[in-house]
Structures are given as C-alpha cells and as structure tokens.
C-alpha cells in the first residue's frame, strides 16, 4: 500500500535547527502537491508549507523568511528546513501528498513527528 514514512523531529533549542523529512512508497504512478501541516497541543492542524509538482511553494506567513520546503521526485521525498525556531514553532509536524497510485488518486498523510522547541 502507499505510505508516507517521517523524519527528523526532536527537541531543539531556540534559535536552532531541524530538517524533516518525508518519504511516499508504495506502487506509485505520481505524485502531485505536497505539504507540512503541524498540530500544537489544544489547536488545530495547519498548513505550514506547501509544493506543487513544479516546484512552487507556498508558506504560512509564521513560518515565511525560517522555513523552506523542497523535494526530491527520484525519491519521492518531501523536506521542511526549519531554521530560527522559536517555541511557538513547536507541534506534531504531518507530511501529506497527493499520490496516483495504481489504487487511484487520494491524499495520503504521514504518522507525524514531534517537535520541540525549548531551552
């Protein structure tokens, strides 16, 4: 089946640095947008970055300027660069993608990793 498998969370200092990744297996034809959402205790999920098939990405205005999104279509792979952080940046951080598979086409959402930003 297709999954999305995360990486790289953990506890950071502020100020510091964390790079996610997220990789799509499975019997896979393509795969559209992918995004980082993040859900911090007691709140609800939101978009924190966005990339469509052609590279071009889209950022919450919190994040704008400390995070960048990129991907790895060999790899089937999302990334999050998270620099300056700060302990508002910290949540359970989801992965998800639009994906054509030879099951047909869904938006598949990753377990999610946590992040902790605190001295």
């Known amino acids: 089946q297709v999954q999305l498998v995360e990486s790289g969370g953990g506890l950071v200092q502020p100020g510091g640095s964390l790079r996610l990744s997220c990789a799509a297996s499975?019997?896979?034809?393509?795969?559209?947008?992918m995004g980082w959402y993040r859900q911090a205790p007691g709140k609800q999920r939101e978009l924190v970055a966005g990339i469509g098939s052609g590279g071009n990405t889209n950022y919450a205005d919190s994040v704008k300027g400390r995070f960048t999104i990129s991907r790895d279509n060999l790899k089937n792979t999302v990334y999050l660069q998270m620099n300056s952080l700060k302990p508002e940046d910290t949540a359970v951080y989801y992965c998800?993608?639009?994906?054509?598979?030879?099951?047909?086409?869904?938006?598949?959402w990753g377990q999610g990793t946590q992040v902790t930003v605190s001295s």
């Open positions: 998800n993608a639009d994906i054509r598979s030879y099951y047909g086409r869904d938006v598949y």
């Open positions: 499975g019997p896979i034809l393509s795969i559209g947008a």
